[in-house]
């Protein structure tokens, strides 16, 4: 009986072991300098405003960090971070954008792509949730879009699309 309890914990800590390996590689995948640009909505049914942005993320084996700005007609520009924790491929961690407050993250990843809800820290595009994907596109490509609902039509609107590139 121990020889079979010992062989079951050996297979689960060597499962888990290779979630964490798989979690560490993405992160560090996504490791690096960016640049790139975008589209960023205004307000729901308002004008998409073009930006072009810079962006660090730095990883560890299990979290990784984001530091940006964007900048839009030449004058504007905001910047945005997020402080992200995973556990196997579970992620959770704070946004800080536009407000300036911490929103929160709660999201998994699956293949290329972390899937986060949102809940912003104040009423976003009529409400406080939003989902928000950081994709990997090919080997050095990395797309942060967030998604909102429209509180009239209840249709989701991608509200900022950002495609950058490792520099």
Same mark, same amino acid.
């Given at each position: 009986?121990?020889?079979?309890?010992?062989?079951? $914990?050996?297979? @689960? &800590?060597?499962?888990? +072991?290779?979630? /964490?390996? !798989? %979690?560490?590689?993405?992160?560090?995948?996504?490791?690096?300098?960016?640049?790139?640009?975008?589209?960023?909505?205004?307000?729901?049914?308002?004008?998409?405003?073009?930006?072009?942005?810079?962006?660090?993320?730095?990883?560890?084996?299990?979290?990784?960090?984001?530091?940006? $700005?964007?900048? @839009? &007609?030449?004058?504007? +520009?905001?910047? /945005?971070? !997020? %402080?992200?924790?995973?556990?196997?491929?579970?992620?959770?961690?704070?946004?800080?954008?536009?407000?300036?407050?911490?929103?929160?993250?709660?999201?998994?990843?699956?293949?290329?792509?972390?899937?986060?809800?949102?809940?912003?820290?104040?009423?976003?595009?009529?409400?406080?949730?939003?989902?928000?994907?950081?994709?990997?596109?090919?080997?050095?490509?990395?797309?942060?879009?967030?998604?909102?609902?429209?509180?009239?039509?209840?249709?989701?609107?991608?509200?900022?699309?950002?495609?950058?590139?490792?520099?």
């Amino acid at each position: 009986m121990r020889a079979l309890f010992a062989a079951a $914990t050996a297979c @689960a &800590l060597s499962i888990s +072991s290779g979630v /964490f390996a !798989a %979690e560490e590689d993405f992160l560090k995948s996504i490791e690096g300098q960016w640049t790139g640009g975008g589209k960023v909505l205004t307000s729901i049914g308002g004008k998409n405003v073009n930006v072009s942005c810079k962006m660090q993320s730095d990883a560890e084996a299990a979290s990784f960090s984001m530091n940006g $700005t964007c900048r @839009a &007609l030449a004058v504007v +520009s905001r910047s /945005f971070n !997020a %402080e992200v924790k995973t556990a196997g491929n579970s992620y959770s961690g704070n946004y800080v954008g536009v407000s300036g407050k911490p929103s929160k993250l709660v999201g998994s990843r699956a293949g290329n792509t972390i899937a986060f809800n949102v809940t912003w820290a104040q009423p976003e595009y009529g409400d406080r949730d939003a989902k928000m994907t950081i994709q990997k596109v090919g080997e050095d490509g990395l797309r942060i879009r967030t998604i909102d609902q429209d509180p009239k039509s209840g249709k989701s609107v991608v509200t900022t699309q950002l495609d950058l590139k490792r520099q």
